[in-house]
Antibody, heavy 120, light 107 residues
Framework: EVQLVESGGGLVQPGRSLRLSCAAS????????MHWVRQAPGKGLEWVSG????????GYADSVKGRFTISRDNAKNSLYLQMNTLRAEDTALYYC?????????????WGQGTMVTVSS | DIQMTQSPSTLSASVGDRVTITCRAS??????LAWYQQRPGKAPKLLIY???RLESGVPSRFSGSGSGTDFTLTISSLQPDDFATYYC?????????FGQGTKVEIK
């Protein structure tokens, strides 16, 4: 069974940093692109960042470009999101997602999410 | 960036109704479109990919169509489990964007 377990969320002050992790199991991790999507409380879905299977292709939403960095460790079956200079508008539930293919495509399997709250 | 516009934002329907949700892209995306269902308090679930391909395990009452800039999600006969929020999403040039969502409510 495919499992994606996010961790690292919590309460953080504006301007500080946080690193999210996603532990993947049940599939060949390095065969698939991976993504982060977030959802602010009561709001819609916002794609944050994605990375191809071999890290050659990376994309970011304009709202996080220059502040967030996605990375993966295929040996550890793990995906990461380093979030710097956090703002109140970054408050959201962050989902880790397995894509449909190596390069991207649809977002096939979603984790349950980890909550990030940015507040003083 | 490519913008995705869904309509309607909210839809009231009854069990057994045929329901159609539309999604328009601000520029052509070919067939690179997916649809997701999100029930309250749950993670989204992939329904349709590549505009018209049904994800494994998804009931056949769901179907998708369209290409270029205009796309449609149809539920042929609405079931109690289908009352949820639906999102379209495009993937083009390693950038993904979602529509704002369509909430399907009980009439």
């Amino acid at each position: 069974e495919v499992q994606l377990v996010e961790s690292g969320g919590g309460l953080v002050q504006p301007g500080r940093s946080l690193r999210l992790s996603c532990a993947a199991s049940g599939f060949t991790f390095d065969d698939y692109a991976m993504h982060w999507v977030r959802q602010a409380p009561g709001k819609g879905l916002e794609w944050v960042s994605g990375m191809s299977w071999n890290s050659d292709s990376i994309g970011y939403a304009d709202s996080v470009k220059g502040r967030f960095t996605i990375s993966r460790d295929n040996a550890k079956n793990s995906l990461y999101l380093q979030m710097n200079t956090l703002r109140a508008e970054d408050t959201a539930l962050y989902y880790c997602i397995k894509a449909f293919s190596q390069s991207g495509g649809a977002l096939a399997i979603w984790g349950q999410g980890t909550m990030v709250t940015v507040s003083s | 960036d490519i913008q995705m516009t869904q309509s309607p934002s909210t839809l009231s329907a009854s069990v057994g109704d045929r329901v159609t949700i539309t999604c328009r892209a601000s520029q052509s995306i070919g067939g690179w479109l997916a649809w997701y269902q999100q029930r309250p308090g749950k993670a989204p679930k992939l329904l349709i990919y590549d505009a018209s391909r049904l994800e494994s395990g998804v009931p056949s009452r769901f179907s998708g169509s369209g290409s270029g800039t205009d796309f449609t999600l149809t539920i042929s006969s609405l079931q109690p489990d289908d009352f949820a929020t639906y999102y379209c999403q495009q993937f083009h040039s390693y950038s993904w964007t979602f529509g704002q969502g369509t909430k399907v409510e009980i009439k």
